[in-house]
C-alpha cells in the first residue's frame, strides 16, 4: 500500500520561500510519476507540478513557472517542492500524489495515491 507523507508547510510572508517535502513508501514498481496539488478554502484541487519517475521531465501550471520547482530523489523515495517568491493567493493546502506509469500526469483523476496535505499560508 503506498503512503505519502507530507512536511514542511507552514506561516511565510509575502516574498518568502518555503521546501515542501514529500516522503513515499510501498511503491511496487520503480515507474511512479509524482504531483503536487493545492486546494484553497472554496476552490477545487489544482495542479501544481508533476515530474516523471526519472525526474527528467517536469511540468508546472503556467502561472507558477520560474517559482516552483518540483525535485525527486529516488533513493530516498521523496520528491519535493521549492515554492519561491511567495503571495498570499499561493495559500491552500498542499498535497502529494503518485501514480504508477511512465510519463506526466496533470489531472487529479490520474492520480492514485493522495497525501494528507500540509496547509502552507502566506501573510501580506
Known amino acids: 500500500q503506498v503512503q505519502l507523507v507530507e512536511s514542511g508547510g507552514g506561516l511565510v510572508q509575502t516574498g518568502g520561500s518555503l521546501r515542501l517535502s514529500c516522503a513515499a513508501s510501498?511503491?511496487?514498481?520503480?515507474?511512479?510519476?509524482m504531483g503536487w496539488f493545492r486546494q484553497a478554502p472554496g476552490k477545487e484541487r489544482e495542479f501544481v507540478a508533476t515530474?516523471?519517475?526519472?525526474?527528467?521531465?517536469?511540468n508546472y501550471a503556467n502561472s507558477l513557472k520560474g517559482r516552483f520547482t518540483i525535485s525527486r530523489d529516488n533513493a530516498k523515495n521523496t520528491v519535493a517542492l521549492q515554492m519561491n517568491n511567495l503571495n498570499p493567493e499561493d495559500t491552500a493546502v498542499y498535497y502529494c500524489a503518485a501514480k504508477r506509469g511512465v510519463g506526466v500526469f496533470y489531472a487529479k483523476s490520474s492520480y492514485d495515491n493522495w497525501g494528507q496535505g500540509t496547509q502552507v499560508t502566506v501573510s501580506s
Open positions: 515530474i516523471d519517475w526519472s525526474g527528467v521531465t517536469r
Open positions: 510501498g511503491f511496487t514498481s520503480s515507474y511512479y510519476a
